[in-house]
Structure formats: structure tokens, C-alpha cells
């Protein structure tokens, strides 16, 4: 899994104004990306706290409240990218949330 290219889409509200993608290295950092993303939310909504802690509901209710967003990851043995869905981030997210705690 290291090493694919990863970009994801994101569609922040109804309005299709709002596409963007984000383009990462690997999986792993695709996942950072997402965390990161959320936690600067996090400081711009509260920029008095100094320290903001989240727990992996609060993330998971970030990705639902997007109005889109999915993954096209990269595989060498097709030399094609592979679409996700927004589960499967959460199940990365998480993975990845938990490795780091260990």
C-alpha cells in the first residue's frame, strides 16, 4: 500500500463552486491530508484553544458533513486509479489514527 498515489476529491458544500482535490504521495499521507483539513476547521473555529483535541466521531462527522468525497488511489499492476468511497477514507482514517496512537 506504500507508495500509491493518492488524490482526493472533496466537494465542501452544494455548491459545485466548491471542488477541489488534494494530491499525496501515498495513502498514508492522503490520510494526514484529511486530518490535517480537519484540524485547521478546528483552530479556525476556536482560535482562542490552544490545545484542540478530536476524537475519530468527531473526524468521521467532518467527512459526512462534506457534500462530497472519495479517493482515486493509484495501482501499478492495472496502471490505473482505483475510485473510494467515503467509508473506505473512514476506514483509512481510523487505521491510520490508530497506528499513530501505538
Not at 499525496?24 to 479556525?44: N, V
Not at 478530536?54 to 496502471?79: C, K, T, W
Request: net charge positive; glycine share 4%; proline share 3%.
Amino acid at each position: 500500500m506504500a507508495n500509491r498515489h493518492t488524490i482526493i476529491l472533496m466537494q465542501t458544500s452544494p455548491n459545485r463552486a466548491s471542488r477541489t482535490f488534494m494530491d499525496y504521495g501515498s495513502i498514508t499521507q492522503a490520510m494526514d491530508g484529511i486530518c490535517g483539513l480537519y484540524e485547521r476547521k478546528l483552530k479556525d473555529l476556536n482560535p482562542a484553544i490552544r490545545n484542540i483535541t478530536y476524537d475519530i466521531g468527531d473526524l468521521y462527522n467532518f467527512i459526512d458533513g462534506l457534500a462530497d468525497m472519495s479517493a482515486l488511489v493509484y495501482d501499478h499492476s492495472i496502471q490505473a486509479y482505483l475510485p473510494y468511497d467515503r467509508q473506505w477514507i473512514k476506514q483509512k482514517t481510523f487505521q491510520h489514527l490508530k497506528k499513530l496512537a501505538n
